[in-house]
C-alpha cells in the first residue's frame, strides 16, 4: 500500500522568504508523484508532476520539487514566496504498475505568507 | 470546455435523506473519481471509475453508490444521509490512468 505523509499542516513565510514544503511518501513500486494546490473555496490545481523523467520537476507559478529516491522524499520548493501563494499543498503519490489507478494523497499543509 | 462540472454547490440535507451528487466532464476522459475532503483528513477516495459501466471502491466506499452510464457522467449517490457524510466532495478525471487528475468546484454537503 502506498502512503504520503506531509511534515507540517501549517507553515509560515514572509513575503519574499523561500518556500519549503515536505512530502515523504512509501510505495512498493516506482511511485508517481504529485503536488496540487488548492485556494480557498476551490477545486484542486496540479502545480506539478514527477513520472519517472527528470528529478527535478518545474511548475507552475515558480515552484519546483525534486524526487529523492534514497530518502522517499518529493519536497516542493519556491525561492521567494508572493502573497497570492497562500494556500493548502497536497502531495499526491500513484505507483507505477499497471494494476492500479487509486491516487493517495497526503492531509496537506496550509502556507500562511506573511507580508 | 468547461471541464470537470459539479451540481448542486452546497446542499443541506436531513439524516436519512437521499441525494445525487452530479458531476460531468467534457474532455473525454476515460477515469473518473469521488473524494471527500475533510479537514485534517486530505482527500480519500471513495469510489472511482475506468470507463462507461466499470466502477470500483476506494478507501470509504460505504454509504456511496456510482454508477457510470456514459463517459460524461459519474453521479454518486447518497441512499441514506448521515452525520458523517458532512464533507466536501469533489470528483475528479483524467484521460489515462496515471494522468493528472482534473478537479470540479467541489460540492459541500451538510447533514443535520
Known amino acids: 500500500a502506498q502512503s504520503v505523509t506531509q511534515l507540517g499542516s501549517h507553515v509560515s513565510v514572509s513575503e519574499g522568504a523561500l518556500v519549503l514544503l515536505r512530502c515523504n511518501y512509501s510505495?512498493?513500486?516506482?511511485?508517481?508523484l504529485f503536488w496540487y494546490v488548492q485556494y480557498p473555496n476551490q477545486g484542486l490545481q496540479l502545480l506539478l508532476k514527477y513520472t519517472s523523467a527528470a528529478t527535478l520537476v518545474k511548475g507552475i507559478n515558480g515552484f519546483e520539487a525534486e524526487f529523492k529516491k534514497s530518502e522517499t522524499s518529493f519536497h516542493l520548493t519556491k525561492p521567494s514566496a508572493h502573497m497570492s501563494d497562500a494556500a493548502e499543498y497536497f502531495c499526491?503519490?500513484?505507483?507505477?504498475?499497471?494494476?492500479?489507478?487509486?491516487?493517495?494523497f497526503g492531509k496537506g499543509t496550509k502556507l500562511s505568507v506573511i507580508p | 470546455n468547461a471541464g470537470v462540472t459539479q451540481t448542486p454547490k452546497f446542499q443541506v440535507l436531513k439524516t436519512g435523506q437521499s441525494m445525487t451528487l452530479q458531476c460531468a466532464q467534457d474532455m473525454n476522459h476515460e477515469y473518473m473519481s469521488w473524494y471527500r475532503q475533510d479537514p485534517g483528513m486530505g482527500l480519500r477516495l471513495i469510489h472511482y471509475s475506468v470507463g462507461a459501466g466499470i466502477t470500483d471502491q476506494g478507501e470509504v466506499p460505504n454509504g456511496y453508490n456510482v454508477s457510470r452510464s456514459t463517459t460524461e457522467d459519474f453521479p454518486l449517490r447518497l441512499l441514506s444521509a448521515a452525520p458523517s457524510q458532512t464533507s466536501v466532495y469533489f470528483c475528479a478525471s483524467s484521460q489515462r490512468r496515471k494522468e493528472t487528475q482534473y478537479f470540479g468546484p467541489g460540492t459541500r454537503l451538510l447533514v443535520l
Open positions: 510505495s512498493s513500486v516506482p511511485p508517481y
Open positions: 499526491a503519490v500513484s505507483d507505477s504498475g499497471a494494476g492500479s489507478y487509486q491516487l493517495t
